[in-house]
């Protein structure tokens, strides 16, 4: 299974732009990054997903690098309700095992200060 | 609509118990997914249904826990005889299909076992 990597944890300050970045240079042409965030005591909720382009929805953008190895997502604004956990997740539509799994790792710890 | 709604939403029990943890997708999802989530090993996916079918169970930990789903509007997990170490929160989540759509979370059952 492709695997992703991020940060354990990142800080920032209310009102500011956050990148959130994740690795995932095994990645196949099947998986679509899909991002999910978890709020404290909250079960997870959807962000954001795409496959190749750059994506944008009410809630953050996504922006994949050319060679999809990499992606970040991006809070235009922080605010205090964006502190969660944020997970980078592959998802595959290649068939097998791990077909349309969403498989968490540890994710990225996000502080906002006010 | 109303979410994902599990119940209950917090269950104290004695080791040797058992314990049956509900969930209600919203209507017209297909799929069906529960997950445990620890502090020592995240959010794992224990099984998921496709239109009320078990597709996928192989994240079941072992013959204690049990999954049913006998109609598109219910589901339940149960574990007999339950231990401490099943101490978890327990997430049900579901989506309109299991490859490709969003997943939407429920709040989830936070479960102690002493």
């Known amino acids: 299974d492709a695997k992703t990597t991020q940060p354990n944890s990142m800080e920032s300050n209310e009102e500011e732009p956050v990148h959130l970045p994740c690795n995932h240079s095994t990645i196949s042409g099947t998986d679509y990054i899909h991002w999910y965030r978890q709020l404290p005591s909250q079960g997870p909720e959807y962000v954001i997903h795409g496959l190749t382009s750059n994506v944008n929805n009410r809630m953050a953008s996504l922006a994949i690098a050319e060679d999809r190895k990499s992606s970040t997502l991006i809070l235009h604004r922080a605010t205090l309700r964006d502190a969660a956990v944020y997970y980078c997740i592959l998802k595959t539509l290649a068939g097998g095992t791990s077909y349309g799994k969403l498989t968490f790792g540890q994710g990225t710890i996000l502080t906002v200060h006010p | 609509d109303a979410g994902v709604i599990q119940s209950p939403r917090h269950e104290v029990t004695e080791m040797g118990q058992e314990v049956t943890l509900r969930c209600k997708p919203i209507?017209?999802?297909?799929?069906l997914f529960w997950y445990r989530q620890t502090m020592m090993r995240g959010l794992e996916l224990l099984i998921y249904f496709n239109n009320n079918v078990p597709i996928d169970d192989s994240g079941m930990p072992e013959d204690r826990f049990s999954a049913k789903m006998p109609n598109a509007s219910f589901s339940t997990l149960k574990i007999q005889p339950s231990e401490p170490r099943d101490s978890a929160v327990y997430f049900c989540?579901?989506?309109?299909?299991?490859?490709?759509?969003?997943?939407?979370f429920g709040p989830g059952t936070r479960l102690l076992v002493l």
């Open positions: 989540a579901s989506s309109r299909d299991y490859y490709q759509e969003t997943q939407y």
């Open positions: 209507s017209g999802h297909n799929s």
